[in-house]
């Protein structure tokens, strides 16, 4: 089994900064790619960023510039900095580590941490 815990979202002011962090745990396999998802009130899951073990890192156009991804793959973590903060990224974010197994991939999810900008 795979697990996932999520920690550092909250609320914060425009302009302001968050840092998020995730860990994975379980049989997780190298060729894997962690990221971060977030789904707002009535909108779809959206990808935020995405950090392959081996590849580009993909931003969303709405965060490039502002947020930075971080991996550190001994410790099967991700992370998430967020800087000036809008109150459109308001939403909870989801951790995903995607196991590749040849053409095949396995999605895993974390519980999910609330992020909210506001003034």
């Known amino acids: 089994q795979v697990q996932l815990v999520e920690s550092g979202g909250g609320l914060v002011q425009p302009g302001g900064s968050l840092r998020l962090s995730c860990t994975a745990s379980?049989?997780?396999?190298?060729?894997?790619?962690m990221g971060w998802f977030r789904q707002a009130p009535g909108k779809e899951r959206e990808l935020v960023a995405s950090?392959?073990?081996?590849?580009?890192?993909t931003y969303a156009d709405s965060v490039k510039g502002r947020f930075t991804i971080s991996r550190n793959s001994a410790r099967n973590s991700v992370y998430l900095q967020m800087n000036s903060l809008k109150p459109e990224d308001t939403a909870v974010y989801y951790c995903?580590?995607?196991?590749?197994?040849?053409?095949?991939?396995?999605?895993?999810w974390g519980q999910g941490t609330q992020v909210t900008v506001s003034s």
């Open positions: 995903n580590l995607k196991l590749l197994y040849g053409s095949a991939t396995k999605d895993h």
């Open positions: 379980g049989n997780i396999f190298p060729r894997n790619v």
């Open positions: 950090f392959p073990y081996a590849g580009d890192i």
